[in-house]
Nanobody, 120 residues
Framework: EVQLVESGGGLVHPGGSLRLSCAAS????????MSWVRQAPGKGLEWVST????????KYADSAKGRFTVSRDNAKNTLYLQMDGLKPEDTAVYYC?????????????RGQGTQVSVSS
């Protein structure tokens, strides 16, 4: 069974930064693209970013472009999301998700999430 454990969330002021991590296990991490998705209170899942299996391909939602950076360390089976310039509208539970292919929008295989709250 795929195991994904997110960490690094917290409370931050607007303009601040956080680095989320996602520890992966029980599958060959380096073979799969990975995504970050988020869910704000009362809203559905929103895609944030995707990275290819080797980290050479990345894409971002318009809301994340220029502020968020996705990366991965395949030797450590870990996915990251560096978030800078955080805004109150970034407040959400953030999940990492394993994809079957790069352009998939099936985020069923995801972790339990980590809460990010942006408030003054």
């Amino acid at each position: 069974e795929v195991q994904l454990v997110e960490s690094g969330g917290g409370l931050v002021h607007p303009g601040g930064s956080l680095r989320l991590s996602c520890a992966a296990s029980e599958f060959t991490f380096s073979n799969y693209p990975m995504s970050w998705v988020r869910q704000a209170p009362g809203k559905g899942l929103e895609w944030v970013s995707t990275i290819g299996p080797q980290g050479d391909l990345t894409k971002y939602a318009d809301s994340a472009k220029g502020r968020f950076t996705v990366s991965r360390d395949n030797a450590k089976n870990t996915l990251y999301l560096q978030m800078d310039g955080l805004k109150p509208e970034d407040t959400a539970v953030y999940y990492c998700a394993k994809l079957d292919y790069y352009y998939s929008d099936d985020y069923t295989e995801r972790g339990q999430g980590t809460q990010v709250s942006v408030s003054s």
